[in-house]
């Protein structure tokens, strides 16, 4: 009986093998041959008995498959029937294989911080908020992520690094302070100041808000500058206006603002904006703002909102600030009794103390144990400083501790002894920094840190345990601010600068609002614990004023942003009807399909089109050959370029289903006078109109969608691209949370407990 088992599965799979290699032969070797090489992709010759001899070649194929995008529209196409056989044949051969052999991938030995983790790392060692954009370079990104390649450390760099931990020391130990120093923040010149901003008091209006970290306790200077035309007079004066100055809520000073006399200049208008007065030492919080007038309170009709920010196409009607500079300490008394202070003093004086801070800031910075032995170059400095005074000598310490590799850099190194090419297990503390910089971009806390010492953290339990009560943990907003923001693109919201004339009610308020939207409503999902398909058809989302009224959304007032939910069949559910991706996939001028559709079946797909060839025309005017022609009919023109054509026959489908949208995300139903045409498709030969349309595509294969979501989340947690070696863990992550309903949280432990993740190949 058993042989003729055996013998029965052995015809079994032959009967398998047979099919799909007719398969292969039919639908993919026409185009996937040694002349054709179409994709780089050589199919021809490659037996489809045994995927895993070939595993990167047939994981392309899978991908393919997944989303039926090959055989390319227009040629024939397997019946579904066919697909789900072929794709389940290949994907069975291929995960057994990776079962039995893992290839868990490498990632780099030496990993500089980046910016973002460095200013978490600072703020979690330290409890200071540093502005690491001032003080550190923007890092390059790669795979979509700015924590990809991040090897190198350049001379300048590294003189970078040495100044900001210098600052950095100074601040948290209180040091001396030379001579006074100044810091100007800038608001947006395209900020309208009108109404009132959230997070400043009731009953003011415009303004800004923002953290400023006091080095010792002593008299520092405010100087408060108003926004001014080219011809240097105050924007909207009219009248006499208040201007308060508030530190941590509490109203410091109050400034009166009024025309200057008849004939005279204005340069004197806000010359007594100054005051000088005593601050603690420590972060505080900066208001200044507008007392709003009786008669701007009262409520007006409803109108469409109106941009308020230059003398040109957007007149101020009121005066705005420009500008907040702190210049300072001046007469200083003392470090003061400041937060970081407390988190580096834990003892007072002598080398037996300085030598308990500075193993405790070190075994934290360096993230594992620190022997005495590992401390002796900070102590060095400790003793150099400590000449002049104890604090100085931990000044210094800690100022070594920060430049030293064990804190700049996260380094993985081989086992002793392992062959090149062999498997390993990561050791706990190297899973104990993954986790936290995965999770909070930022060192792992003493509670992740013991366990990973002690040889706990792989216990039963206890890595779910440490992951749910991290991304429970305030800290865990980094998903939001550093990996989701860079994954949709959000950033480039920053260089987002819609045609003033064609656009003229887009200024930096409905900038912020756009970003502030996107950034609650995936917060949502992530602390909610929902279905990650939400992200693309949730009926609700987070808007201020600003943002409803952009949106044409009745009944919402004010600066707060709060939760509201849509009717039924409403364009605006998910992030295809955000403000914010509609924007950074536009051009100033118009709608842009080809950005939207590569936006699609890059960031919700995972099937992002080949790069354009080189000298691609561009795209004809509007009023080209003495016609106004819409988008759709410039798109087409474009696409009768054999050049053009391929990528474009791709990408553009479906973007023309979002072009119910215009450049800044506003609903129409016309474009240059004609009825908008939202007929769309995507490459798995679907067709439909509008975002309703698209969305039912995109839902129908939801493994596609998460699939694509599990593989930029395992980009940024590995700090290196997923690979075709990949594929069978990716399959795995996403099958586990199907059965989870795919709640966020199964994801991310779905990617913890992942063999890229987990394991690592010697070199």
């Known amino acids: 009986m058993r042989f003729l088992a055996v013998l029965l599965a052995c015809f079994v799979a032959g009967q398998q093998i047979q099919a799909q290699q007719a398969f292969v032969d039919r639908y993919c070797v026409g185009c996937h041959n040694t002349q054709s090489k179409s994709g780089g992709l050589v199919l021809s010759g490659i037996p489809a008995g045994n995927p895993a001899v070939h595993s990167g070649e047939w994981e392309k194929v899978v991908r393919r498959l997944q989303t039926r995008s090959m055989p390319p529209i227009g040629l024939p196409r397997p019946a579904e029937s066919e697909y789900a056989a072929a794709l389940a044949y290949f994907e069975t051969a291929l995960d057994k294989a990776a079962a039995a052999k893992p290839n868990p991938g490498r990632t780099e030995t030496f990993r500089r911080l980046n910016r973002t983790e460095y200013h978490n790392a600072i703020r979690d060692l330290l409890a200071l908020d540093i502005d690491a954009g001032s003080l550190l370079p923007a890092d390059d990104a790669s795979h979509g992520f700015d924590n990809v390649t991040v090897g190198e450390l350049s001379p300048m760099l590294l003189e970078r690094y040495l100044n900001a931990a210098r600052k950095i020391s100074r601040l948290a130990v209180g040091g001396a302070v030379k001579a006074p120093v100044g810091e100007t923040i800038m608001l947006p010149p395209d900020l309208t100041q009108e109404e009132h901003f959230e997070g400043l008091p009731v009953g003011t209006r415009g303004g800004a808000l923002v953290t400023h970290v006091f080095p010792l306790d002593g008299e520092y200077e405010f100087q408060l ?25 509490e109203p410091v000073r109050q400034f009166t603002v009024k025309p200057p006399p008849p004939g005279q200049d204005h340069s004197k208008v806000d010359a007594e904006m100054v005051v000088r007065i005593p601050v603690k030492a420590g972060s505080h919080d900066i208001a200044a703002t507008f007392v709003k007038k009786p008669t701007a309170l009262l409520e007006t009709e409803r109108q469409p909102y109106i941009a308020h ?101 996260r380094m993985e190194r081989d086992p002793a002894g392992s062959a090149s090419g062999s498997v390993y297990k990561v050791s706990d503390l190297d899973l104990a920094s993954r986790i936290s910089f995965f999770l909070w971009s ?102 201020n004023e600003r943002l409803a009224k952009h949106y044409g959304i009745p009944n919402v007032y004010g600066s707060r942003f709060r939760r509201v939910t849509f009717e039924p069949g409403s364009e605006r559910g998910g ?138 989340l395992l980009t940024f947690a590995l700090g290196r691209g997923v690979e075709d ?9 996403v099958h586990g949370a199907a059965v989870q309903d795919y709640k966020f949280s199964s994801l991310v432990l779905g990617i913890v407990n992942s063999t890229p993740f987990q394991m690592r190949k010697s070199q």
């Open 225 to 249: 500058r108003l926004a001014r035309d080219r011809n240097e007079k105050v924007e909207g004066l009219s009248g006499v206006h208040q201007v308060e100055l508030l530190i941590d809520g």
């Open 309 to 409: 920010f230059n003398m040109d196409r957007h007149p101020r009607i009121q005066p705005a600030l420009y500008s907040v500079a702190i210049v300072g300490p001046f007469h200083p008394t003392g470090p003061g009794d400041t937060e970081p202070r407390k988190r580096v003093f834990t003892c007072h004086s002598g080398d037996a103390c300085a030598e308990k801070i500075v193993l405790g800031l070190a075994r934290r910075a360096w993230r594992g144990p620190v022997s005495v032995a590992d401390i002796q170059v900070p102590m060095r400095f400790y003793k150099d400083g400590a000449t002049e005074s104890f604090e100085n000598g931990i000044e210094l310490a800690l100022r070594a501790v920060l430049v030293s590799p064990r804190f700049l850099f």
């Open 442 to 543: 930022s060192i792992p806390d003493a509670e992740l840190l013991d366990l990973a010492t002690t040889g706990k953290l792989r216990h039963p339990g206890v890595l779910e345990h440490q992951v749910r009560r991290m991304l429970a943990d305030p800290r865990s907003e980094s998903l939001v601010t550093n990996f989701a923001e860079q994954w949709l693109y959000l950033r480039n919201l920053a260089s987002a600068n819609p045609d003033a004339r064609m656009f003229p009610d887009f200024d930096d308020n409905l900038r912020q609002a756009f970003r502030r939207e996107t950034e609650m409503f995936f917060e949502s999902v992530m602390r909610e614990d929902r279905n990650v398909l939400d992200l693309l058809r949730a009926n609700y989302t987070f808007v």
């Open 575 to 712: 992030l295809l009807g955000q403000g914010s991706i509609l924007t950074v996939t536009s051009y100033a001028t118009r709608t842009a399909p080809t950005l939207r559709g590569k936006w699609i079946l890059t960031n919700i797909l995972g099937t992002p089109p080949p790069s354009p060839p080189p000298g691609v025309p561009p795209l004809k005017d509007a009023a080209a050959n003495g016609k106004v022609m819409t988008m759709r009919e410039r798109m087409a023109e474009h696409r009768k370029n054999p050049a053009c054509s391929g990528c474009h026959t791709l990408m553009d489908p479906a973007g023309f289903a979002l072009e119910n949208f215009d450049a800044v995300g506003r609903w129409r139903t016309a474009d240059t006078g004609t009825p908008v045409d939202a007929s769309g498709g995507l490459p798995d030969g679907s067709a439909f109109s509008g975002i309703a349309g698209l969305r039912s595509a995109l839902l129908a294969r939801p493994q596609v969608f998460a699939g694509n979501v599990t593989e930029k």
């Open 725 to 733: 070696f990949d594929g069978p863990a990716v399959r795995g992550i």
